[in-house]
């Protein structure tokens, strides 16, 4: 693939006037997010998600700053292409709007991030409002909230009744008013996400939202097979990548007990000269020694 021009907030809004399906995806370290880049991914989202899938735990609520900085830094250091945008993790953002603009500008000061996304309706429109003042672009979140999800009512699609469903499209609107460049989606029913879609000027993103979202965002780890806790619904398999690993693991493994591994193209050989040079030295010290 051609190399690409570091893409700007500007040309994601385009591509919602231009019916330009937005891609996005997660990514946590440099591996993959070098491989992310390279395949014209969008728009890369240092998730909070890395918390369980990258770190092992049992919900994001755990990941603190220090963690999804060293996670962006990683991403940062490999993607040249894709936007990138870093998760605001549980309780960075929600004391103070003094908190929420000194850790969006940590992002992007020490993480590298090019923008910020916020978990959250109306209520933080404020939040977005101060940082988006500051010259720092954030991306909105309604639906489900992971964050906070696990603590009231567990993982459930949202807006499922028409009043509901009001809230959330007045959740977006407000987002879209302080100042959201593009707004996340997640667990919503198709048919309220294009009437989101459809009033907003901004880009919306789904995960879990259906069809007519400007574009689509997936954890990575769901897309290569590589988690194995949870497996949503509405993410798709590309590749079964931990099936494949665990397999060459286990190879790995049997050569090294019944020595096949390292074979002799595996291994580094000496000049035969200095070999012989080698062996006298040891026979002369092994005769110094009787």
């Known amino acids: 693939m051609s190399e690409r021009r570091k893409l700007t907030i500007s040309d994601i809004a385009k591509m919602k006037g231009e019916g330009r399906k937005i891609v996005v995806i997660t990514a946590y370290d440099y591996p993959f997010a070098t491989i992310a880049d390279r395949a014209g991914i969008d728009i890369i989202l240092v998730g909070d998600s890395g918390g369980m899938v990258s770190l092992g735990y049992e919900t994001t609520i ?8 060293m996670m962006s830094k990683a991403v940062a250091r490999a993607a040249k292409s894709s936007l990138l945008v870093g998760d605001m993790p ?4 929600q004391i103070s709007r003094e908190d929420a603009v000194r850790n969006a500008g940590r ?3 020490e993480g590298r991030m090019d923008a910020v996304k916020i978990e959250g309706g109306k209520e933080f429109s404020d939040t977005v409002r101060a940082i988006s003042r500051t010259g720092i672009p954030v991306m909105g979140h309604v639906g489900l909230t992971p964050q906070t999800a696990t603590l009231w009512q567990g993982y459930r699609v949202q807006g499922k009744d028409a009043r509901s469903a009001e809230k959330l499209i007045e959740d977006a609107q407000e987002l879209e008013s302080a100042g959201a460049f593009a707004i996340v989606l997640e667990m919503v029913p198709e048919e309220v996400a294009e009437i989101i879609t459809d009033k907003l000027n901004v880009p919306t993103i789904g995960i879990g939202a259906g069809r007519h979202c400007d574009g689509q965002v997936l954890v990575l780890h769901d897309i290569l097979g590589l988690y194995e806790k949870f497996s949503p619904k509405f993410a798709k398999k590309y590749a079964d990548l931990g099936k ?21 193209e595996n291994t580094f050989k000496m000049d035969s000269k200095q070999l012989e040079r080698l062996k006298a030295a040891f026979s002369k010290l092994t005769e110094a020694e009787v």
């Open 107 to 109: 992002f992007v000061k």
């Open 90 to 93: 549980f309780m960075s953002f």
């Open 244 to 264: 494949a690993a665990s397999e060459a693991l286990a190879n790995y493994r049997d050569d090294v007990v019944s020595g096949k591994f390292p074979a002799q």
């Open 62 to 69: 755990p990941v603190s700053m220090d963690e999804m900085l």
